[in-house]
């Protein structure tokens, strides 16, 4: 679910239909995303899309390439200016 958020915002019912489980359990997983920190819900309009907050979205994308099968390198990390 963090990956396809990294995407994207999406709906709790857009983030359990790959999934065969309930919507109830999905939202209850955001739930302790939530409460960590890790994504806020908005209203818009009559949707409540979850949103993973900016840096988390930053690190699952790096996560996402890297372990992605296939890839021909991985990135170089930077150093830190002292």
């Known amino acids: 679910m ?3 958020l990294s995407l994207a915002d ?3 019912n857009e983030l ?3 999934y065969e489980v309930s919507v109830q359990a999905v939202s209850k997983h955001l739930k302790v995303l ?3 920190g890790l994504v806020t819900r908005t209203r818009d309009a009559q949707r ?3 949103h993973l907050k900016t840096m988390c979205s930053i690190m ?3 996560i ?3 372990s992605t099968p296939g890839r021909r390198t991985l990135p170089t990390p ?3 200016s002292r």
């Open 78 to 80: 930077r150093r830190r």
């Open 10 to 12: 999406a709906t709790v």
């Open 2 to 4: 963090v990956a396809r």
């Open 48 to 50: 409540r899309p979850v």
């Open 16 to 18: 359990a239909e790959p």
């Open 34 to 36: 939530e409460d960590s």
């Open 64 to 66: 996402w390439t890297i």
């Open 60 to 62: 699952t994308k790096w």
